[in-house]
T-cell receptor
Framework: LAKTTQPISMDSYEGQEVNITCSHN???????ITWYQQFPSQGPRFIIQ???TKVTNEVASLFIPADRKSSTLSLPRVSLSDTAVYYC?????????????FGTGTRLQVTL | NAGVMQNPRHLVRRRGQEARLRCSPM?????VYWYRQLPEEGLKFMVY????????ESGMPKERFSAEFPKEGPSILRIQQVVRGDSAAYFC?????????????FGNGTRLTVT
């Protein structure tokens, strides 16, 4: 499975838009890109998943360029409660047994 | 619709004892994954199971660790003769199919402390 690289940490002020970019140069044709959020003492929570172009839900947007070698998670107008670790993962499509490999994630700190 | 349930939330064991961690997947989910997380680190894959079958155990130590997901009941991660290095948070996740299209649903983990 493709290895992912993302910044170790980011800081933001409340109300700003935060963009976290993840590199996955070796992504395969059948791979999806998934982002998770983890708060202290909790399990990761699924945020968004995409294959190409742009995906948007009530929480975030995911931008994937045509070559799919990177992706950007966009969090609009962050609040203090968005302080968490964000993980980017690449995984095979449904029907293919596979493990999901988490990197060290990006630790986002939101302050006033 | 209950999420992934893990118990206990906290478990303290002395060195040499056995630890049993239980995971009940979401209703309708037949795929279970176990991960371990050390403080300030990311999650490390341990094992992937479907009902009654181990699909991938490449991340699980060969000795002292075992996992099962019986036809009835929760998935169990068992650690025999625990050592201090086993102290970590152990997370279970489930999915309705082989992970990929719909992501994983995680429990809130079991925090194992070995004294």
């Amino acid at each position: 499975l493709a290895k992912t690289t993302q910044p170790i940490s980011m800081d933001s002020y409340e109300g700003q838009e935060v963009n976290i970019t993840c590199s996955h140069n070796n992504i395969a044709t059948n791979d999806y890109i998934t982002w998770y959020q983890q708060f202290p003492s909790q399990g990761p929570r699924f945020i968004i998943q995409g294959y190409k172009t742009k995906v948007t839900n009530e929480v975030a947007s995911l931008f994937i360029p045509a070559d799919r070698k990177s992706s950007t998670l966009s969090l609009p107008r962050v609040s203090l409660s968005d302080t968490a670790v964000y993980y980017c993962l690449v995984s095979r499509q449904a029907g293919t047994a596979s493990k999901l490999t988490f990197g060290t994630g990006t630790r986002l700190q939101v302050t006033l | 619709n209950a999420g992934v349930m893990q118990n206990p939330r906290h478990l303290v064991r002395r060195r040499g004892q056995e630890a049993r961690l239980r995971c009940s997947p979401m209703k309708g989910h037949s795929h279970v994954y176990w991960y371990r997380q050390l403080p300030e680190e990311g999650l490390k894959f341990m094992v992937y199971l479907q009902k009654e079958n181990i699909i991938d155990e490449s991340g699980m130590p060969k000795e002292r660790f075992s996992a099962e997901f019986p036809k009835e009941g929760p998935s169990i991660l068992r650690i025999q003769q625990v050592v201090r290095g086993d102290s970590a948070a152990y997370f279970c996740a489930s999915s309705p199919n082989a992970a990929g299209e719909w992501g994983l649903h995680f429990g809130n983990g079991t925090r194992l402390t070995v004294t």
